[in-house]
Antibody, heavy 119, light 113 residues
Framework: EVQLVENGGGLIQPGGSLRLSCAAS????????MTWVRQAPGKGLDWVSF???????YYADSVKGRFTMSRDNSKNTLYLQMNNLRVEDTAVYYC?????????????WGQGTLVTVSS | DIVMTQSPDSLAVSLGERATINCKSS????????????LAWYQQKPGQPPKLLIY???TRESGVPDRFSGSGSGTDFTLTISSLQAEDVAVYYC?????????FGQGTRLEIK
């Protein structure tokens, strides 16, 4: 069974850093295209970043230069390193797996982890 | 960036009736390379992550009831629920995956009348 479990969220002051993790089971992160999507409280879905199974990464302009997506194949875990956090980064962060049909069709999602950026 | 605009923002439909949600993209998401429409639909219930319903504009994900269907052209798309059930109460999002940044519509809240 495919499962994604995010961790690492919490309350952080503006300018601070957090590293989110997404532990996968039932498949290998190295062999799949993976995405981070966030959702601010009461708002819609906002694409954050993407990593191809081959390793290329893409970022939304709003996080480029501040966020870094990576994976640890030995732990079968995806990461999102978030630096210089802003109040507007407050959201539930979901990791998701692309389908065989297309890398950016998000067929499996984790339950999300809440990041709150506030002083 | 491709802007996705859904209408209406909210919708109330009686049980057993048809629900229709529209999604318009600011540019075509029909790829000439493969003639496919790079458009997906998701359902999100309160406190849950989104769930994939439809991709390639009209292909139902495995396990999705056949009362859900998708259609559309290069820029105008529709999600139809043929006979609304109580468990369909949710927010629905369209998504283009034609190009990065991947973008979503603002969401349509579907309720029971």
């Amino acid at each position: 069974e495919v499962q994604l479990v995010e961790n690492g969220g919490g309350l952080i002051q503006p300018g601070g850093s957090l590293r989110l993790s997404c532990a996968a089971s039932g498949f290998t992160v190295s062999g799949n295209d993976m995405t981070w999507v966030r959702q601010a409280p009461g708002k819609g879905l906002d694409w954050v970043s993407f990593i191809y199974s081959a390793g290329g990464t893409y970022y939304a302009d709003s996080v480029k230069g501040r966020f870094t997506m990576s994976r640890d194949n030995s732990k079968n875990t995806l990461y999102l390193q978030m630096n210089n956090l802003r109040v507007e980064d407050t959201a539930v962060y979901y990791c998701a797996r692309g389908t065989q049909s297309s890398a950016n069709v998000l067929g499996s999602w984790g339950q999300g982890t809440l990041v709150t950026v506030s002083s | 960036d491709i802007v996705m605009t859904q209408s209406p923002d909210s919708l109330a439909v009686s049980l057993g009736e048809r629900a229709t949600i529209n999604c318009k993209s600011s540019q075509s998401v029909l790829h000439s390379f493969d003639e496919k429409k790079y458009l997906a639909w998701y359902q999100q219930k309160p406190g849950q992550p989104p769930k994939l319903l439809i991709y390639w504009a009209s292909t139902r994900e495995s396990g999705v009831p056949d009362r859900f269907s998708g259609s559309g052209s290069g820029t105008d798309f529709t999600l139809t629920i043929s006979s609304l059930q109580a468990e369909d109460v949710a927010v629905y999002y369209c998504q283009q995956y034609y190009t990065t940044p991947i973008t979503f519509g603002q969401g349509t809240r579907l309720e029971i009348k």
